[in-house]
C-alpha cells in the first residue's frame, strides 16, 4: 500500500513538473514608421519566434527634395524575448527635374536633368532671334528668372527690341546666367589711324566721347604711374603724356547675386583709378570726427556716384537700383571674403589713368583695387585687394589704386 502511495506521488510530481515546462511566454510586438505613427501591433508574439511585419513594406511620402525607400527595420528583426518596438528605417535619393530651355518660338534649345537644390545653367548656343524690317533682337535674358532647381520648369528666351540704326543700351544677360553687360565704358586701347582720322574732325558729346559709325570713342592723355615702362594689352608701350584713343564698350559685370529680378553685379576688370581720400585730414562734420578712412565721405566715394555714374550710364540709367543712397558701390571686406577668385586685371585705360599693375607673368595686369572697409588699426588706412588676390590695407591717398565699381539693377 506504501508503494503505491509513492509512486502515485511521484507521478504527479512529474506530471506538475512537465506542466510548468509547457508554458511558453508571449510578448507584444509594436511596428512603427519613422515619424512615430504606429503601423501594426501583434499581442500574442511566442517568445523565441522571429516576428514579421508581411509582405507589404512601410512607406514614406517622397517630398520635393526626396524620394525614400523602405530599407530595414531597427533594431534588426529576430527571434523575441520582450516586448519590442521596430521602427521602419528608410534611404533616401534626391529628386531629379527636367529643366527645359526654350526659344521665344517654343523651339526646345536644350533639355537639362538636374538635382533638386542645384542652379540651372544654360551652356547652349545663344539663343538668336532674326530681325526684321524694322527692328533687330539682342537675347536679353531667360523668362521666368533663373531659380534654384526645386520642380520641372521651362525657361524661355527673351529679347530686347532694337530699332534700326540704333545702339542697344539695355542690360545684356549672357546665356548661361554669370555675367551681365551694362552701361559703356573707355576700356580697350584704339589706334585705326584712318577712323581716329575722321574722330578728330567731330564734335565731342557732352560726355567728351565721340560717336562714329555706331560706336562710342574718347581720347585721354596718359599719366602712367611712376612713369613705368607699362603697356596695353597688344604690348604697345604707353608713354607718359602722349595721347591715346580708347573704345567706349560695354562694361562687363559677374552676377554676384539675383533676388526677385535684382541682379547684384560686380564688374569682371577694373575700369578706373583713383585714391580713397585725397589726404590724412581728419574732418569735424555734423560735430562728429570724420577720419580720411570714412567711406560715407570719402572721394572715391563721390567720384563713383557723380563722373562715373554720369559717364558709366549716360545712355541708360534705367535699370539702376539705388543701394544705401548710393547709385555705384563698392564692395566690402566682407564680401569679398566671400568671393573665391579675387584677382582682377587692369584696362588699357585704366593704366593710361595712373592705375599700378603687377609686371610678373603670372600675375601681368593684374592691379590692386579698393573696398570700401575702413582699417581699424590705421584711421588713415583702407582695406584693398592686392594684385594676388589677398586682402590687406593700404594709405587712402593711393591713387595708383584701381576701382571695381558694383551695381544694382533690376529687370
Not at 515619424?35 to 501591433?41: A, P, Q, S, T
Not at 555706331?214 to 615702362?229: D, F, G, L, S
Not at 539702376?320 to 587692369?346: A, G, H, P
Request: aromatic letters at 16%; hydrophobic letters at 30%.
Amino acid at each position: 500500500m506504501k508503494k503505491i502511495i509513492l509512486l502515485t506521488l511521484l507521478s504527479l510530481v512529474f506530471v506538475s513538473c512537465g506542466e510548468v515546462n509547457s508554458i511558453v511566454n508571449e510578448y507584444k510586438i509594436t511596428w512603427k514608421n519613422d515619424n512615430g505613427e504606429i503601423l501594426k501591433v501583434d499581442d500574442h508574439v511566442k517568445e523565441g519566434t522571429i516576428p514579421s511585419f508581411g509582405d507589404d513594406l512601410p512607406t514614406k511620402a517622397s517630398t520635393e527634395q526626396y524620394t525614400y525607400t523602405f530599407s530595414n527595420w531597427v533594431p534588426e528583426v529576430g527571434p523575441i524575448y520582450q516586448d519590442t518596438t521596430f521602427v521602419a528605417n528608410y534611404t533616401s535619393s534626391i529628386n531629379e527635374y527636367m529643366i527645359t530651355w526654350k526659344n521665344y518660338d517654343g523651339t526646345i534649345l536644350k533639355e537639362d536633368s538636374l538635382s533638386y537644390g542645384s542652379l540651372p545653367s544654360y551652356d547652349g548656343i545663344t539663343p538668336i532671334k532674326e530681325e526684321d524690317d524694322e527692328y533687330s533682337y539682342v537675347f536679353k535674358g531667360w523668362s521666368p528668372n533663373i531659380e534654384i532647381v526645386s520642380k520641372d520648369t521651362t525657361y524661355t528666351a527673351t529679347f530686347f527690341e532694337i530699332k534700326k540704326g540704333s545702339i542697344n543700351t539695355n542690360p545684356i544677360i549672357s546665356s548661361d546666367n554669370k555675367f551681365v553687360e551694362y552701361g559703356f565704358y573707355p576700356q580697350t586701347y584704339f589706334n585705326n589711324e584712318a577712323i581716329i582720322s575722321k574722330l578728330s574732325k567731330l564734335t565731342p558729346l557732352e560726355n567728351n566721347w565721340y560717336f562714329y559709325n555706331n560706336e562710342y570713342y574718347t581720347k585721354v592723355i596718359a599719366k602712367v604711374y611712376n612713369n613705368e615702362k607699362y603697356t596695353f594689352d597688344d604690348e604697345q608701350n604707353i608713354v607718359n603724356g602722349n595721347e591715346y584713343w580708347f573704345k567706349c564698350e560695354r562694361i562687363k559685370w559677374n552676377i554676384v547675386n539675383e533676388n526677385n529680378g535684382v541682379y547684384t553685379l560686380l564688374s569682371t576688370q577694373l575700369l578706373d583709378a583713383h585714391n580713397y581720400y585725397d589726404n590724412y585730414q581728419e574732418r569735424i562734420i555734423d560735430g562728429k570726427t570724420i577720419y580720411s578712412n570714412n567711406y560715407e565721405y570719402s572721394s572715391i566715394r563721390n567720384w563713383l556716384n557723380n563722373e562715373f555714374y554720369q559717364v558709366a550710364f549716360s545712355l541708360n540709367n534705367a535699370y539702376i537700383q539705388k543701394s544705401e543712397n548710393d547709385n555705384v558701390s563698392l564692395f566690402s571686406y566682407d564680401n569679398y571674403l566671400n568671393l573665391t577668385e579675387r584677382t582682377c586685371k587692369t584696362t588699357d585705360y585704366s593704366r593710361v589713368r595712373g592705375a599700378w599693375y603687377n609686371t610678373s607673368s603670372t600675375l601681368k595686369y593684374n592691379g590692386s583695387y579698393w573696398t570700401k572697409s575702413s582699417s581699424d588699426e590705421f584711421n588713415y588706412c583702407a582695406w584693398n585687394v592686392n594684385s594676388s588676390g589677398y586682402l590687406s590695407t593700404y594709405a587712402v591717398d593711393g591713387d595708383s589704386h584701381c576701382v571695381r565699381p558694383s551695381i544694382k539693377i533690376k529687370l
